[in-house]
């Protein structure tokens, strides 16, 4: 039909060829690349008490944190660590827009070093362009080949560092080189590092800009006084071509050259002179390009910077937006943070290196003995979390004249747990039919100030 109009509902991807860029934003994008790498590819290889000091080790159901151990009843520490990085992602949001995203996401990470092994192969942004293009011939074969080799070498390896923190990480060395890798070690191998070659090789900015949440969300967390990379557009336009001797002013234009170079070195493929756009990454990879650019003109720096849009629209000079920092929302999302924190700190510090669970008798809730007292049975599920092996003492109280009956002193081996039969007696002729309240009472033999107290039921019929 005439009139009719067709749209697609999926933009077709252009491939991005970013640009290599140099300065001072970048050199923070590297030094936190590698201070993450450092960390994720270093931390599972050093040791601790003569085990990995990092190990999640789901079989056991232990997890093992330098001299901590946690076991599931601990997931209030998880729930924790999850808040902290909530507030921490609110926070920084605020006060800086996506540094998260810019500088220490593991998207933007191995993407980083994906691009870098791609340009040291194929070399750079117009030299990629135009291999792409290029018929397929011997050379361009093996350059594709060897880059996709480094892609996939770092790829495994990557994946094989994520499954060293799951299974101690020599034995999992020792079983690849001998080809001996359990199923599920194999399959998670390949898969986390098919996910790694895929994301940073191929999907780059469409992972960010259509498969992250954060970046639809972002916009709820910014404000008026959050710093952001910004055009300055009273500056930069009328933007237009001239050369370095030209006086720009008298020709009635702005300090943008029109050179494009921001575009080529943004990740994401964006034009930041259209103004903020949810697709930015905060990189700050325009900035660099763009003081380079400057220099080379000979006009002042910072037409494309971090700055916010009260402080464009009103002028302020960098104290004054420094002042504006501490505002309301930062500060409260600061008190919150270091309050979670300080409890965090406080309560590891604090924590008793001893559980205990009372699980009753189900099957016998009361019964009579030989000498004509009332016995219920329990069942303790001691758990010593130290990575020393300790003993301890089983009491009783909330009943006069109770009497537990269980081994002395309970023996639990370093970082383990034991069911711990026990029975409580008491003369029928004191109590009352119902239930009555008790306490067991566990207690380290050789450091008296680690106890545990629970509470429980003993039944009279």
Known sequence: MSGELETDLYEVRKKIYPRAVHGWWAGWRWALVWFTQVI?????WLTWNERQAVLFDLGARKFYIFGLVFWPQDVIYLTVLLILSALSLFLFTTVAGRLWCGYACPQTVYTEIFMWIERKIE?????????????????????KAAKHVAWV?????TGFTFVGYFTPITSLAQNSLAFSLGPWETFW???????TWGNAGFMREQVCKYMCPYARFQSAMFDLDTLVITYDSRRGEPRGSRSRSADHKAAGLGDCVDCGICVQVCPTGIDIRSGLQY????????????????DKMRYPRGLIRYSTETAIERGYPARQIARRVLRPRTVLYGAILLAVVAALIATLYLRIPLKVDVIRDRATLVRETSDGRLENVYRLQV????????RYSVSVSG????????????????ASALSVPVSVRVDAAKLKRGSHAITFHVTDVDQTEVAVHEKTRFYVR
């Open 153 to 157: 070498a770092l790829a495994v390896w």
């Open 189 to 195: 191998v390949f898969f986390y590092g098919f996910a």
């Open 40 to 44: 994720y590819y270093g931390l599972p």
């Open 383 to 390: 758990m010593n979390t130290r990575e020393t092996p300790h």
């Open 123 to 143: 070399g750079d942004r117009l030299a990629r362009m135009r291999l792409d293009q290029a018929r397929w011939t011997a050379r361009k074969l093996a350059t």
């Open 279 to 294: 697709e930015c990454i905060g990189c700050a990879a325009c900035i660099d390009a763009c003081d380079q650019v400057m």
């Open 399 to 414: 009943l006069a004249g109770a009497q537990i009956i269980a081994k002395q002193p309970v023996e639990i081996p370093a």
